[in-house]
């Protein structure tokens, strides 16, 4: 009972209590003023004000709350506590800055500019006060624009109007700063000026006021700091007026010291940065006359074909390595309007030329080219790598990008022309490749074309892999005409002609069972078939039909486990050796591997058991009776129907006899179980479920089996720990036992990050040790 005491008030508290208020009420009668004499005043007493239960959490999970807001509801915190607004402006309001006009970027052009800090700028500066340009982050472009840099160069200018001027008809300004720069200001569009001109001195300020000048109607109201710091970035704005949207873009860049991540977001077909914007421009004349003539750079094939100077290489490498230095370029291109999802922009050197040396490339719903993996040193900043040859042969120099990075993100790669040499070439030093959202499966072959790759992530989740090819049962019938003559004989009678032909449908195909594609993934079967007796020819072996997609999808069976089969050859030209794979977005739901020798295990077991089986009729198929000729020839030896069956035949006697070695199977007479076996059934009946239901499984074995040969596996679901299947320790040992058998490290995450499961996986953090440090490739 003493244990519920925590329920309600203890008795220490009862008689504190107690004891206080007798204390209190013995003061009052010492402390009355006697009749006649004046009350002296008292200082007012402090009543506390009661704290938020939010500002009372500790600051490490404050911070985690206030990461999973939205930028509005963070704002509106900032002017509901002057600690809710220090945290938020130091941690959150300017780490990610998105600028979705160019008047957004002219205000925070203007605003770092100022060098504006978190703490009001009508108050004094304390030590806790922290400058805006440090906290920024990331800075996403959205939209970004080139027409007013391509007529600034082209002399381009508005002669109606005497007061005003045009840049590139993107906007206009006034020469006097102070009666048009607070008019800009007031559309409510850059959060982060709101947030500074909303400080303690000044609550009742807000963006959207009336479109009359600012500082004449709020001059009263204002301090005199403020008034100066609004004044100051009047000016800042005119200064910047001039600029172009790619002008301010790297100006705000170059002026945030701590930028890592730049995003150009909604990128549209006709965008693109003008060469006069490369990192190599030192002014002078050469250079833009080389521009203005339309002279083509030094590129790798150049520094095969001709001599370079020594002298060359030094001012090369001189202006490279002193450029700027940022960890990610993202570029998100915008898709096509009538086809979702088709990308219609094309990547193009002079994107990248105006940023430095950048680490991570993301490239998102963009078309690559060859002319995307051009090489034009003198604009675009390139390692220089001097290949390795006998010392009487002369020095080759070879061209490489500067990511260790790279990300492709529905990205559409035009085949032909040398695309996967000019990948080789290109992106020699990618150490970390992430193929996401892939488009087509054969982009997988993309991961034998980086030499330095460790690192390789796939989504399993991926429009390739989730919209299968599907036929339908027609694709594997072939029809023949059994009475031809009809149709050839002119003396035939009318009522002959009035009656349907008889016709035939045998299959000329691989089926989609479980036998076939099991002998399809162990290379029994080839994947081509040419049946040149037949019209149709070399059609692709065990494509799932819609039948069977309906049926695995009412068993809630993700469809890459049972269309594996499809691009296992894909998976297994990918590079495994030294490389770390990354898994994504898998599922493993109703799914469990089943290895070749458990599969002929279960066909065993079943017909020595003589279980009743559903019999399903053939449909779209007429059942021809065998002649006596057939059946004499039958009895005599036994022929197989198709070509396939003799190849799905040597995989069960192979499996069969790796089961005879196993305990209990050693009087296994595999001879006579093959005589007393239906192999049309078994094989070739695609349409009993009992016979395909076990793809899934099997491709899961073999992709399992797969990923062993890989130096490490992570493995990352498609959905949350909530709506994954439950699973112990104990099964995820049996679901990974292919994986299991070799000693591979393995980790099993949620969609969150929650570790659901691991196996030796101190590799792990070894690895994250050393990528903590990055060496800079040298030319030699």
């Known amino acids: 009972m003493r244990r519920l005491q925590l329920l309600g008030k203890s008795k220490n508290f009862l008689k504190s209590s107690s004891k206080h208020s007798g204390a209190l009420g013995a003061r009052d009668s010492i402390d009355a003023t006697p009749p006649g004499r004046q009350e002296e005043p008292e200082a007012p007493e402090t009543v506390p004000t009661p704290t938020s239960g939010l500002l009372e959490l500790p600051e490490k999970i404050l911070l985690m709350i206030l990461a999973d807001l939205d930028n509005e509801t963070l704002v509106s915190l900032c002017l509901a506590n002057s600690r809710l607004y220090k945290v938020i402006a130091d941690n959150f309001l300017y780490k990610t800055v998105r600028l979705t006009s160019k008047l957004s970027l002219l205000r925070f052009n203007a605003l770092i500019h100022s060098e504006f800090h978190t703490i009001s700028t009508a108050s004094n500066i304390t030590s806790g006060s922290q400058n805006a340009r440090f906290l920024t982050r990331s800075v996403e472009f959205a939209n970004p624009q080139c027409q007013d840099s391509l007529l600034k160069y082209s002399k381009y200018h508005n002669k109606t109007s005497s007061g005003h001027s045009v840049i590139g008809g993107a906007y206009s300004y006034s020469s006097s700063p102070i009666a048009a720069s607070p008019q800009m200001r007031h559309t409510g569009q850059d959060t982060a000026a709101a947030a500074a001109a909303s400080s303690e001195e000044s609550p009742s300020r807000s963006s959207k006021s009336e479109s009359s000048p600012l500082i004449p109607h709020s001059s009263a109201k204002l301090s005199k700091k403020t008034l100066e710091f609004l004044e100051t970035l009047n000016k800042l704005e005119y200064k910047y007026s001039h600029y172009t949207y790619i002008e301010l873009m790297l100006d705000i860049i170059d002026y945030l010291p701590n930028l890592s991540h730049i995003i150009l977001s909604d990128v549209e077909p006709n965008f693109k940065i003008p060469l006069w914007y490369s990192v190599f421009n030192d002014g002078s004349r050469d250079f833009f006359r080389k521009i203005i003539k339309g002279q083509q750079s030094m590129n790798s094939n150049d520094l095969r074909t001709f001599q370079v100077s020594q002298q060359f290489l030094n001012d090369y490498e001189r202006k490279f390595y002193a450029l700027q230095r940022f960890k990610t370029l993202e570029i998100r291109a915008i898709s096509d309007p009538v086809k979702k999802h088709v990308p219609i922009v094309r990547m193009r050197p002079n994107m990248l030329c105006c940023f430095g040396i950048i680490n991570e490339l993301v490239l998102d719903n963009v078309i690559i080219d060859t002319e995307s993996l051009d090489t034009p040193m003198e604009f ?135 036998a076939v594609v099991l002998s399809l993934n162990l290379n029994y079967i080839s994947r081509t078939t040419n049946d040149k007796s037949s019209a149709m020819m070399n059609k692709k072996p065990s494509i799932i039909t819609q039948r069977q997609s309906e049926f695995f999808h009412m068993s809630r069976i993700p469809s890459f486990h049972y269309c594996y089969h499809y691009y296992k050859n894909l998976f297994e030209r990918m590079p495994s050796r030294n490389v770390n794979i990354n898994v994504i977005n898998i599922p493993f739901t109703n799914v469990f591997p089943v290895s070749p020798v458990g599969y002929w295990e279960k066909v065993l077991n079943k017909v020595l058991s003589n279980d009743q089986e559903t019999l399903i009729a053939y449909n779209h198929t007429e059942q021809v009776e065998p002649t006596i000729e057939d059946a004499q020839a039958t009895d005599q030896t036994r022929q197989f129907n198709h070509q396939w069956d003799e190849a799905v035949l040597r995989c069960m006697k192979d499996g069969l006899s790796m089961l005879k070695r196993r305990p209990g199977y050693e009087s296994l007479d595999i001879d006579a179980f093959i005589e007393d076996l239906d192999i049309e059934d078994k094989f070739d009946n695609f349409e009993n479920y009992q016979n395909f239901i076990d793809i899934p499984n099997i491709n899961l074995y073999s992709f399992l089996k797969q990923l062993s040969k890989f130096k490490s596996v992570k493995i990352q679901l498609l959905r949350k720990w909530l709506f994954c299947t ?32 691991s196996y030796n996986t101190s590799m792990f953090d070894q690895k994250k040790k050393s990528s903590s440090n990055i060496m800079t490739p040298s030319r030699n």
Request: overall charge negative.
């Open 380 to 514: 675009l900043p390139l390692y220089i790598r001097k290949e390795q040859k006998s010392a009487s042969e002369k020095e080759i120099y070879d061209l490489h990008s500067t990511f260790n990075t790279l990300t492709l993100k529905q990205c559409h790669i035009v085949p032909g022309n040398g695309i996967l040499r000019l990948f080789n070439s290109y992106f020699r030093g990618v150490t970390n490749l992430s193929l996401l959202n892939i488009s087509s499966k054969f982009d997988l072959l993309l991961c034998s074309c980086f030499p330095a790759l460790k690192d390789l992530t796939i989504d399993c989740n991926s429009t390739c892999f989730t919209h299968a090819h599907l036929v339908s049962d027609d694709y594997y019938y072939k029809e023949i005409d059994e009475h031809r003559a009809f149709d050839e004989d002119d003396g035939a009678s009318i009522a002959e002609t009035l009656l349907d032909t008889p016709v035939q449908k045998i299959l000329h195909t691989p089926p989609p069972t479980t």
């Open 726 to 757: 439950p699973r112990t320790r104990y099964d995820w040992e049996l679901l990974l036992k292919p994986l299991l058998n070799v000693k591979v490290p393995i980790e099993v995450r949620e969609r969150d990050g929650f570790v659901l499961y």
